[in-house]
């Protein structure tokens, strides 16, 4: 019977310049190495480092042979032209698998709204990039289009505090059964002393850390626990 598949996606927000990024690889490739057979083809591990060390990653991934994929944390809502400060899907695709889209920083910070974020998901889309796209409860509208949703409660975004493994889950469970979505990660303050119980909810398929994916030796933690070790 094939295992599940389960999701850990690293969300760096603006954190690193290109000597961090390079540490981050090293001390990372030093853990795979290790345990190289711990990340096994039903295990998908994606960062999604800022849009400047995208080429940077990528470089890196191929000279130290580690299987991660890499994701970029936004979209433009248009395609190639004259859409200064944007980076466009046909730009991005040559990076990244997959695009961080309505993550709560930006509604807030940025004021993007859900007719914004359905052209950002169309793009994405376009662009053949699969949109990770954040919800903040079981509410919030989701495009069509869209297979892989992250729930994160705001209140949860970098303050130490959890959903709890049952909410978190019942909201998995009525996204995937009213909205038909696929998978479904959980994201807000995942630590290796918390992730266990979000892994064990039959309706969670994997995570979204921030802070916890900034530290190579914390992430590959993450990772052991995915991998259920
Ligand atoms: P923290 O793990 O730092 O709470 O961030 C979660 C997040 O916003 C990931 O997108």
Same mark, same amino acid.
């Given at each position: 019977?094939?295992?599940?598949?389960?999701?850990?996606?690293?969300?760096?927000?603006?954190?690193?310049?290109?000597?961090?990024?390079?540490?981050?690889?090293?001390?990372?490739?030093?853990?795979?190495?290790?345990?190289?057979?711990?990340?096994?083809?039903?295990?998908?591990?994606?960062?999604?480092?800022?849009?400047? &060390?995208? +080429?940077?990653?990528?470089?890196?991934?191929?000279?130290?042979?580690? $299987?991660?994929?890499? @994701? #970029?944390?936004?979209? =433009?809502?248009?395609?190639?032209?004259?859409?200064?400060?944007?980076?466009?899907?046909?730009?991005?695709?040559?990076?990244?698998?997959?695009?961080?889209?309505?993550?709560?920083?930006?509604?807030?910070?940025?004021?993007?709204?859900?007719?914004?974020?359905?052209?950002?998901?169309?793009?994405?889309?376009?662009?053949?990039?699969?949109?990770?796209?954040?919800?903040?409860?079981?509410?919030?509208?989701?495009?069509?289009?869209?297979?892989?949703?992250? &729930?994160? +409660?705001?209140?949860?975004?970098?303050?130490?505090?959890?959903?709890? $493994?049952?909410?978190? @889950? #019942?909201?998995?469970? =009525?996204?995937?059964?009213?909205?038909?979505?696929?998978?479904?990660?959980?994201?807000?303050?995942?630590?290796?002393?918390?992730?266990?119980?979000?892994?064990?909810?039959?309706?969670?398929?994997?995570?979204?850390?921030?802070?916890?994916?900034?530290?190579?030796?914390?992430?590959?933690?993450?990772?052991?626990?995915?991998?259920?070790?």
């Amino acid at each position: 019977m094939n295992k599940r598949k389960k999701y850990i996606f690293g969300n760096w927000k603006s954190n690193k310049d290109s000597v961090e990024v390079r540490e981050w690889f090293k001390t990372f490739t030093s853990f795979y190495k290790q345990a190289k057979n711990l990340l096994t083809p039903d295990l998908e591990i994606v960062i999604f480092p800022s849009f400047t &060390y995208l +080429p940077l990653a990528n470089t890196l991934i191929k000279e130290y042979q580690v $299987p991660l994929k890499l @994701g #970029s944390q936004d979209i =433009s809502p248009f395609g190639k032209g004259a859409w200064t400060g944007e980076v466009a899907a046909d730009q991005l695709s040559e990076w990244v698998n997959y695009v961080i889209i309505g993550h709560s920083e930006r509604r807030n910070n940025f004021h993007e709204k859900d007719s914004l974020l359905q052209k950002k998901v169309e793009e994405a889309l376009r662009g053949n990039l699969i949109p990770v796209y954040c919800i903040q409860d079981e509410n919030t509208h989701i495009p069509s289009g869209v297979t892989i949703v992250a &729930y994160e +409660p705001v209140w949860a975004i970098g303050t130490g505090k959890t959903d709890s $493994p049952e909410n978190a @889950g #019942s909201v998995a469970n =009525s996204v995937k059964r009213n909205k038909n979505i696929k998978i479904v990660i959980y994201g807000g303050s995942v630590k290796p002393d918390n992730i266990d119980g979000f892994l064990q909810d039959k309706n969670i398929d994997g995570v979204l850390p921030g802070g916890a994916s900034l530290d190579a030796k914390v992430f590959w933690e993450l990772i052991k626990h995915v991998a259920g070790v």
